[in-house]
């Protein structure tokens, strides 16, 4: 099978790892030969890394990259069977690719894209043959983290959604298929974790490290919310807290935050600059590291477990409600609804047994008490919420 992918960051030349190792052909294209270069240096580099590990074989590795092909010209694309785009999130640049795109490949060729939170029927929708036309959005590293949400668009065609879902378990992923909305699952599902975390510092109830404590602590999260921000970039998680947000129509619920917009102003995104909400030197990565390896906590934070119980509630809260209005409205069935959130954010476990087992009685109480206490639509209950 060909694969033809356009954009060669770290999301394509993710994908492309992940198609060439599965034994398709791969043509990659990136408007930017350069960027192209140094991204297949890094591909090597990996697949030394496995190598090394003894995750592959060194025959294993030098086939997958030799089944990776640069492309100067989108023309490359003809023979292709599938397209996957994996550009900046803007939609203009997006849909005049698309529709280069389709004067150049086969009319069986599939075209899709790797958006996380723009509308497929919108992409589409420009096009000559929207009907083949379907979201496919991986998570970030491509090659790690097993799940893919598969989004058809209000006009793609009957059983593409199911071919696609079964070429990603043939690629070795876990798909699920989400309805078009935006933020199609995860990203609609996790905005509170983001947005309460920084609503909670905004208002000084506590610190950063607190709020990422808190969520490791008592949720058992790999990494707290500003931790997670730092690593996917605030300049990115920012964007799509505002398209998620002007795609509800402005609904509170997704409102983006003050301190997380100056932040991205700054140029202080996380990791990748070296400074986000933490200081990322070799110095202050050491000290926060042992800290974490001794279990060293805050001293405040140490005395007052009813703070941590307090931040750990009120996210949870939202993001339990937040799933439970996903399941509600039908973006997916329920096992995908747990799995999405367990294998493309690392969740300890699905919302929905999470709410479960907290009580969903609890989980309305804490609501109830916060739109009691602002007074604002952020913290409104899904109709579900006393019926599951």
């Known amino acids: 099978m060909n ?38 240096q890094g591909l090597q580099k990996v697949l030394a890394r496995l190598v090394e590990k003894q995750k592959i074989t060194r025959k294993s590795s030098e086939k997958i990259f030799n089944r990776i092909k640069f492309c100067t010209e989108l023309s490359d694309f003809k023979d292709c069977d599938l397209v996957i785009e994996a550009i900046i999130e803007n939609k203009e640049i997006k849909t005049k690719v698309f529709q280069n795109l389709e004067e ?96 909670i510092v905004e208002e000084n109830i506590a610190t950063i490290e607190q709020v990422d404590e808190a969520m490791r602590s008592l949720g058992k999260f790999k990494m707290g919310p500003f931790e997670l921000m730092d690593l996917i970039g605030i300049d990115i998680n920012f964007s799509v807290t505002n398209t998620v947000y002007a795609d509800y129509f402005y609904d509170p619920k997704y409102k983006p935050s003050l301190l997380q917009q100056r932040m991205a102003e700054a140029k202080l995104l996380g990791r990748k600059t070296g400074k986000g909400f933490y200081n990322y030197s070799v110095e202050s990565q050491d000290a926060r590291a042992k800290m974490r390896e001794t279990g060293t906590r805050s001293q405040d934070t140490e005395q007052n477990g009813e703070l941590q119980e307090m931040i750990f509630m009120r996210i949870i809260s939202m993001l339990v409600n937040e799933a439970v209005e996903a399941k509600r409205v039908g973006i997916a069935n329920d096992e995908d609804l747990e799995l999405a959130m367990q294998k493309g954010v690392n969740y300890p476990k699905g919302l929905l047994a999470w709410g479960k087992e907290i009580g969903f009685d609890k989980i309305s109480a804490t609501l109830q008490n916060l739109y009691e206490e602002y007074q604002e639509e952020r913290y409104r209950q899904s109709p579900l919420l006393k019926k599951v």
């Open 3 to 40: 694969i033809g992918i356009i954009g060669s960051g770290t999301m394509g030349i993710g994908i492309a790892q992940v198609a060439a190792t599965s034994g398709c052909e791969v043509f990659l294209y990136d408007a930017n030969s350069a960027q192209t270069e140094k991204s297949l």
């Open 104 to 199: 150049i490949v086969s009319e069986k060729c599939i075209i899709s894209s790797n958006t996380s939170s723009i509308s497929i029927t919108s992409l589409s929708a420009e096009l000559k043959n929207p009907a083949r036309f379907i979201g496919i959005h991986f998570f970030n590293p491509a090659p790690l983290m097993p799940l893919v949400e598969v989004i058809p668009g209000l006009l793609t065609k009957e059983h593409l959604a199911q071919e696609i879902y079964d070429l990603m378990e043939n690629w070795g992923k876990i798909p699920v298929i989400a309805k078009d909305v935006p933020g199609f699952i995860v990203n609609r599902i996790a905005r509170p974790f983001y947005g309460e975390a920084l609503r």
